[in-house]
C-alpha cells in the first residue's frame, strides 16, 4: 500500500510540474512569441492580398509590423526580425525604412538570402533594376528559391507579382 502511495504521489507531483512548465512555456520567450504572431499576421496578410483584398492586408502588415518592432527590441541582432520588418513595411507602402531594415539585417548576414531577394524586389518595384541584378547576383549560387522568385519578378517587372 506504501508504494502505491509513493507511487500516485510522484505521479501527482511530476503530473503537476509538467503542468506548471506548460503554462511558463506558453508565455515563452517574448521577442519569439511576438515574431511568431508576426508571421502568422504576415500569411493571413499574404491570403487576402491574393484574393485582393488589399486594404485589410495593408492593415494585417502593419499589425504585424508592430509585433516584429517589439521583437527587435529585444533582439536587435537577428537578421531574420530585420527582414520582416523590411518585408511588412514595403508591404505597407513604407519602401525607405523596409530598405533601411534590409540593409541593417544584410550587415549582420549579408548572405541572407529571404533579405537578398525581398530587397531585389524592393528595387525592382522602385524601379532600380540595377540594384535588384545585384541582389540576384549574390542570390546566383545558393540554388534556392529566392534566387528564381527573384529572377522572374525582374524578368516579368511590367507585372505586379511581388
Same mark, same amino acid.
Given at each position: 500500500? @506504501? @508504494?502505491?502511495?509513493? !507511487? ?35 500569411? *493571413? ?58 540593409? @541593417? ?22 524601379? *532600380? ?5 545585384? *541582389?540576384?547576383?549574390? !542570390? @546566383?549560387? #545558393?540554388? #534556392? ?18
Amino acid at each position: 500500500m @506504501k @508504494k502505491i502511495i509513493i !507511487l500516485f504521489l510522484t505521479l501527482l507531483i511530476s503530473t503537476n510540474a509538467f503542468a506548471a512548465g506548460s503554462d511558463s512555456s506558453s508565455s515563452g520567450s517574448s521577442e519569439q512569441s511576438m515574431y511568431d504572431e508576426g508571421i502568422k499576421l504576415v500569411e *493571413r496578410a499574404g491570403k487576402l492580398e491574393k484574393k485582393d483584398k488589399l486594404e485589410k492586408a495593408k492593415k494585417l502588415y502593419s499589425q504585424a509590423f508592430k509585433k516584429f518592432d517589439k521583437a527587435y527590441l529585444k533582439d536587435k541582432k537577428n537578421p531574420d526580425i530585420l527582414n520582416y520588418l523590411g518585408y511588412t513595411s514595403r508591404k505597407s507602402g513604407n519602401f525607405s525604412a523596409a530598405e533601411d531594415y534590409y540593409l @541593417k539585417g544584410l550587415s549582420i548576414n549579408p548572405k541572407h538570402n529571404g533579405i537578398n531577394e525581398y530587397l531585389g524586389e524592393l528595387y525592382v518595384q522602385t524601379n *532600380r533594376i540595377d540594384k535588384a541584378n545585384e *541582389r540576384l547576383e549574390i !542570390l @546566383k549560387n #545558393c540554388n #534556392c528559391d529566392e534566387y528564381k522568385e527573384l529572377e522572374l519578378i525582374i524578368k516579368t517587372r511590367g507585372t505586379k507579382i511581388y
